[in-house]
C-alpha cells in the first residue's frame, strides 16, 4: 500500500512555471517568489485529472511547503483547513476506493492542522519528514517509556462498516506526542476520528512542516 509523501519518485519537476507564479505571487500576499523556487506536482489517486504543486526555496524559512491542488484551471491553496481539500472532492470528484483510502487519509491528516502542526500519519520510522531523532526517543517525563520504533504500527484498513464507510487506524505524531487513532472515511471525501489513544507523550522533537509563511513575513 502506498502513502502520501513528500520522497516518493512521483514526483516530477515543473519546468514550466510562468503562468503559475503570475497566478500566485506573491504568496498569500506577503511572500514574494524571488529567486530559488523550486516546482514538483504529481497526480493523486483518489482523483482522475487533479495533481498537487509543491513549492520549497531554500531561501524560505526551514521547512516551509506552499502547496496548491490544481483541477482544470482551479487553483486550491493547502492552507492547514479542510475547505479547499473538499471543494475539489466535489470538483473533481474524489473517488475512494481500497486500494487509495489509506493514501487519502495520510494526505488529509497532513494538510489538514491543528494548532500545533499536522496530524502526520507515520507509516514509515524512516521518513524523511519526521524528526531525525524521533523512531528511538523517549518522553522527557518518563525516560524508561518505550520509543515510537517500540510501539511503531503501520496504517491499516479494516474494510467497511454498514454505512460504506472505511474503517482505518493510524499511528500518529502530533505536536510531541504519539496517538493511536481509528478513523471512518466516507465516499465523499469527509472523515472522522472517532477514537485516539495516547501512546507518548512530551518527546523532545516536533515536525517542523509550516504551509503558510510566518506571520512576519511581508
Known amino acids: ?11 516530477s519537476r515543473l519546468e514550466d512555471t510562468d503562468k503559475l ?10 511572500l514574494p517568489i524571488g529567486e530559488n523556487v523550486e516546482v514538483v506536482e504529481r497526480s493523486l489517486p483518489m482523483y482522475e485529472s487533479a495533481r498537487i504543486l509543491c513549492l520549497t526555496s531554500h531561501k524560505w524559512e526551514e521547512g516551509l511547503r506552499v502547496c496548491y491542488l490544481t483541477h482544470q484551471n482551479r487553483l486550491l491553496r493547502l492552507n492547514g483547513t479542510s475547505p479547499p481539500i473538499h471543494e475539489l472532492n466535489t470538483l473533481a470528484p474524489i473517488k475512494i476506493t481500497e486500494e487509495n483510502v489509506l493514501y487519502y487519509l495520510t494526505f488529509f491528516c497532513f494538510f489538514v492542522r491543528g494548532e500545533e502542526g499536522p496530524f ?9 519528514l519526521l524528526p531525525e531523532a524521533f523512531s528511538e ?13 517500540q ?7 479494516f474494510g467497511q462498516d454498514n454505512n460504506g464507510k472505511w474503517r482505518a487506524s493510524a499511528m ?3 505536536s510531541n506526542a504519539v496517538f493511536l487513532a481509528d478513523f ?3 465516499a465523499n471525501g469527509m472523515l472522522e476520528m472517532c477514537e485516539d ?10 515536525i517542523n512542516a509550516p504551509l503558510t509563511p510566518s506571520a512576519g513575513i511581508v
Open 197 to 206: 489513544q495516547v501512546l507518548l507523550s512530551n518527546l523532545p522533537c516536533r
Open 21 to 30: 507564479f503570475s497566478q500566485i505571487d506573491p504568496i498569500d500576499g506577503r
Open 151 to 157: 510501539l511503531f504500527r503501520g496504517p491499516r484498513l
Open 137 to 149: 526517543v523517549h518522553s522527557t517525563n518518563h525516560l524508561g517509556s518505550p520509543t515510537p520504533s
Open 1 to 11: 500500500m502506498d502513502f502520501f509523501s513528500f520522497y516518493d519518485s512521483e514526483w
Open 172 to 174: 500518529l505524531h502530533y
Open 120 to 128: 502526520y500519519v507515520v507509516y514509515d520510522l524512516a521518513d524523511k
Open 184 to 186: 471512518l472515511v466516507s
